[in-house]
């Protein structure tokens, strides 16, 4: 059927009309639509992004923990070894300890360069205490470190822990008052803590150029001397 030429007119105008309502309807959900794929992908990016940054850190992290783990391992043995030779004077002890430090040298170095930023290093003093006597107030005593907190060049801050308890128990287990009690426990140990407290200071002044002419070796000798030592 063929329509008059009005009809087909206010037919074709009245689509036109029909099709621009449609848009003006669907254009804010369309790029609302638009908007929202644009902001799930740029998300989606950004999310593998940044964790694949996490697993390389995180595989960093776990190299450096094995690689100080491995170095321990190596300290370790190192060290007791060189007390091996303190010990007994054996030279063949210091083979294996200076096999730790060619081994550990180049780990160390590649830890090194890792530290790139000063500021982000965690800086901590070594102290050391020693309480002048009496460790005690009434019936309060103090042992271990906090009567003796010694620097660690001596190694020995557990040992005079220990030993105070073993004292501190004997001395209390004997005749007297508590007072008289904890008298004879400082005698029998101010002495010996306060060598190791301040011999074990001035080897570490001394490896950090503090003071000259101490020798070290000679230090930790005397150190074993005296904790040889009944107590
Ligand atoms: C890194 C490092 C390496 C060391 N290496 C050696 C070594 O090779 N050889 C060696 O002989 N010594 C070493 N020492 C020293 C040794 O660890 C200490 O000298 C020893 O642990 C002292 O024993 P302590 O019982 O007196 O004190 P601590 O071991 O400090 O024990 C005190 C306890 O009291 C608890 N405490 C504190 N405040 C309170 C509170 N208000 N109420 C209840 N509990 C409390 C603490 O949590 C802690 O458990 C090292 C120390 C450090 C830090």
Redesign the pocket.
């Known amino acids: 059927m063929i329509a008059p030429a009005p009809a087909v007119h206010a037919s074709v105008a009245s689509n036109k009309t029909g099709t621009r309502d449609l848009w003006r309807k669907l254009a804010w959900p369309l790029l609302l639509a638009c908007g929202f794929l644009i902001f799930i992908s740029a998300s989606s990016i950004y999310l593998v992004i940044s964790s694949q940054s996490s697993q390389e850190m995180m595989n960093r992290a776990l190299q450096v923990e094995n690689s100080l783990r491995g170095i321990l391992a190596v300290v370790r043995i190192a060290e007791s070894e060189q007390r091996g030779y303190l010990l007994t004077g054996d030279p063949q002890y210091l083979d294996t300890y200076r096999a730790g430090i060619t081994a550990t040298a180049p780990v160390i170095a590649e830890l090194k360069a890792e530290i790139g930023d000063p500021a982000k290093v965690v800086y901590k003093a070594m102290e050391a205490v020693l309480v002048p006597p009496p460790w005690y107030s009434g019936r309060v005593v103090l042992?271990?470190?906090?009567a003796h907190?010694?620097t660690?060049h001596l190694?020995?801050?557990?040992?005079?822990?220990i030993e105070?308890a073993v004292v501190l128990a004997e001395e209390l287990n004997s005749d007297g008052s508590v007072r008289q009690q904890l008298e004879r426990y400082m005698e029998r140990r101010y002495e010996r803590c306060r060598f190791i407290v301040e011999s074990s200071e001035l080897i570490g002044k001394f490896q950090m150029n503090e003071v000259d002419e101490v020798d070290e070796k000679s230090m930790v000798e005397k150190m074993q001397q005296v904790t040889a030592q009944p107590i």
Do not use: K, R, S
Request: glycine letters at 26%; aromatic letters at 0%.
């Open positions: 042992l271990g470190d906090a907190a010694t660690p190694g020995q801050g557990a040992g005079m822990a105070d």
